[in-house]
C-alpha cells in the first residue's frame, strides 16, 4: 500500500537555527514527491516537486532532496514567518486519476 | 505557481440546507481536480477527483449523493454539500492539476452547520 509518513510531528527551532524535516515514502512506482507549505485556515501552498532520485531544488531558506525511500526539507537559518506546517505529498505512477498521498505533516514553529 | 480561487472562503448555514462551493483555476486548464476535507491538526483527507467533463470519483466512505462534484469546465469545479449537518463542519479544500503535474490549491472553505 502506498504510504507517507512524515517526522517529527512537530518541531520547535531557535530562529537562525537550522534543522530538517523528513517524508518517507512507500509507493509502487513514484511519479512525483511534493512539498507544500500550509498556514493555519488557509490552502496549501506549492513548494517544490522532486522526480527522481538525486534531485534536489531551492527556494530562499528552504532545499528539498529525493532518495529511493525518501525527501528532506532542509530550512537554513530559519525565521518565525517560516512557521507553518510543511506537507509532503507522493503520486504514485499508474494512479490513473493522479491522486496525491499526503502525509500528515510537520507543524514548524520558530521562535524569535 | 498558478492561482486557484476558491470561494466562499467560510460559510455558515443551517441544518438541512445546501451548500456550494466553487474553486476555479484562474491562469490554466485544470483538466483534474481534487475535494478535500480537513480536520483540526490533521492532514488532508482526499474525498473526490474529477475530470472535465466526466463523474467524479469518489473515496471509500465518501457519500456521493451528501458531496455533489461538478467539474462541467477546464476552469471550474464545484462542490454541494446537500441537506448539511453539523458532522459536516469542516474545512473543505480543492486543488486543480493540469495533467497530473503540480497540483495548485484553493484557499479553502470553512463550513460552520449550525
Known amino acids: 500500500e502506498d504510504q507517507v509518513t512524515q517526522s517529527p510531528e512537530a518541531l520547535r527551532l531557535q530562529e537562525g537555527e537550522s534543522s530538517s524535516l523528513n517524508c518517507s515514502y512507500t509507493?509502487?512506482?513514484?511519479?512525483?514527491l511534493f512539498w507544500y507549505r500550509q498556514d493555519p485556515g488557509k490552502g496549501p501552498e506549492f513548494l517544490f516537486t522532486?522526480?527522481?532520485a538525486g534531485e534536489e531544488k531551492e527556494k530562499e531558506r528552504l532545499k528539498a532532496t529525493l532518495t529511493k525511500k525518501e525527501s528532506f526539507l532542509h530550512i537554513t537559518a530559519p525565521k518565525p514567518e517560516d512557521s507553518a506546517t510543511y506537507l509532503c505529498a507522493v503520486q504514485a505512477i499508474g494512479s490513473g486519476t493522479y491522486k496525491y498521498i499526503f502525509g500528515t505533516g510537520t507543524r514548524l514553529k520558530v521562535l524569535a | 505557481g498558478a492561482v486557484v480561487s476558491q470561494h466562499p472562503s467560510r460559510v455558515i448555514c443551517k441544518s438541512g440546507t445546501s451548500v456550494k462551493i466553487e474553486c476555479r483555476s484562474l491562469d490554466f486548464q485544470a483538466t483534474t481536480m481534487f475535494w478535500y476535507r480537513q480536520f483540526p491538526k490533521q492532514s488532508l483527507m482526499l474525498m473526490a477527483t474529477s475530470n472535465e467533463g466526466s463523474k467524479a470519483t469518489y473515496e471509500q466512505g465518501v457519500e456521493k449523493d451528501k458531496f455533489l462534484i461538478n467539474h462541467a469546465s477546464l476552469t471550474l469545479s464545484t462542490l454541494t454539500v446537500t441537506s448539511a449537518h453539523p458532522e459536516d463542519s469542516s474545512f473543505y479544500i480543492c486543488s486543480a492539476s493540469f495533467r497530473g503535474v503540480e497540483a495548485f490549491f484553493g484557499q479553502g472553505t470553512r463550513l460552520t452547520v449550525v
Open positions: 509507493v509502487s512506482g513514484l511519479r512525483g
Open positions: 522532486l522526480y527522481s
